[in-house]
């Protein structure tokens, strides 16, 4: 099968599962949050459940880069999405049961699913030429969109049908999620063969060895272009997730209906896939380094908008959490593809896998310090905070645009 017709399947295949993938996780971001706080009454430790979500994703990213070297993208894509299964049945026993544990560790499991999501985008460019990389990245990237922008809308009837069972209507995203992901599994085992990585492997002239993650952070370290374009994706998702993840409790404290709610978050969703193709067509055309510059002017836009809106101001919300999540896209579908281009073929893999950890870290810090901040000051103030990563990468941006010119 010639190298087209199988990169036109894998993307095929990727983004299909990256829908299914959507629907599961984005339904449970706001209602985690919501059913943190529930069982603890507690606004401050709200952000725990995004937090065990992105260290979930952090503990796993490694482990998914290493079934990757050793079986192939669909054993590590499975294992990840099976993960987010049972993730999901815990947080259904946490959450009925007023278990925090539970909760916690059903949204670190759920995490699994959201680390292959991730690697899912590096998939897509196992097979692609150096011309349309991050194209093929985005529209993985893309894949996401439909479900991630119907998930948090499905939160009022997902909360219907929880109360059909007699469960709590914020485990209803949760029960969605177990579904889907369980669907997301069979299409990537039926459908993704032959499996991407393995093939380019036997073609590669050089053969790709297995580097360790202290080799390939090193590496990175060692190399200006490579350790600006890991830092522009965890300073990316850190913004992104440090305000997305507040915003559904803000708008709680003057009572903002779930579907009002889940109608902010899956515009700010739309933000951070839609426009992806569009992402991925600029970075091939105007550079890496210009892109990422523009999502980080998205993502200091987005926290000025955001951070001076009312509760109720849904409108304004919606705004502010769109340039997030369009700034994310920028920065992640920028910053992917140059770190691809920038590190060497033989220490590619690990360096994904790096780069993976060190944005769902950046992430889950970020979750942690946000409801932290909302708790003791006010979420103006945690808008701030997020905007100054932004502008001082932002600010060395220079640098690193003069030297690829």
């Known amino acids: 099968m010639p190298n087209t017709a199988l990169q036109q399947r894998v993307i095929r295949t990727l983004a299909s599962a990256q829908v299914l993938n959507g629907i599961g996780i984005a339904g449970t971001v706001a209602a985690g949050s919501l059913l943190v706080s529930s069982i603890t009454d507690s606004e ?22 290493r079934l990757t070297a050793k079986g192939g993208r669909r054993l590590a894509l ?56 991050a194209k093929q990245l985005s529209f993985v990237v893309w894949g996401s969109t439909i479900g991630a922008v119907a998930g948090p809308n499905l939160m009022d009837p997902a909360g219907n049908l929880a109360e059909a069972f007699n469960l709590p209507r914020l485990v209803g995203p949760y029960l969605i999620s177990a579904t889907t992901l369980f669907f997301a599994v069979i299409v990537i085992q039926i459908f993704l063969r032959p499996d991407p990585y393995l093939t380019a492997e036997k073609q590669a002239s050089v053969k790709q060895t297995k580097g360790s993650t202290k080799a390939a952070l090193s590496h990175i370290r060692s190399n200006p272009n490579a350790f600006f374009a890991i830092s522009a994706i965890a300073i990316g998702h850190l913004a992104m997730v440090s305000v997305m993840v507040m915003t559904p409790v803000h708008m709680k404290h003057v009572d903002v209906s779930l579907r009002i709610i889940g109608f902010v978050i899956s ?133 690193v645009h003069s030297r690829n010119v």
């Open 44 to 65: 401050t430790l709200a952000g725990l459940a995004q937090t065990s979500g992105v260290l979930g994703a952090a503990a796993l990213a490694l482990p998914l880069a």
């Open 78 to 133: 499975s294992v990840g999405y099976t993960s987010g299964v049972f993730g999901s049945i815990c947080a259904i026993l946490g959450g009925s049961h007023r278990n925090l544990f539970l909760m916690l560790v059903g949204a670190f499991l759920i995490g699994a699913a959201s680390a292959a999501g991730y690697q899912a985008r590096f998939a897509a460019i196992d097979l692609a030429t150096q011309e349309t990389r």
């Open 267 to 399: 515009v700010h969703v739309l933000g951070m896939y839609a426009f992806s193709p569009l992402v991925g067509s600029l970075s091939d055309r105007l550079g890496r380094v210009r892109v990422i510059q523009i999502g980080l002017v998205f993502l200091v836009l987005s926290t000025i908008v955001a951070g001076t809106a009312e509760a109720n101001n849904a409108y304004q919300l919606g705004v502010g959490l769109f340039l997030l999540g369009l700034g994310w896209s920028c920065t992640l579908i920028g910053g992917s593809a140059f770190l691809s281009e920038s590190v060497s073929l033989e220490m590619r893999p690990a360096s994904q896998g790096a780069s993976d950890l060190v944005m769902n870290l950046a992430g889950a810090g970020g979750g942690a310090l946000a409801g932290v901040i909302i708790g003791t000051m006010s979420y103006g103030w945690l808008c701030l905070f997020a905007a100054i990563p932004a502008i001082t990468l932002g600010y060395l941006s220079r640098k």
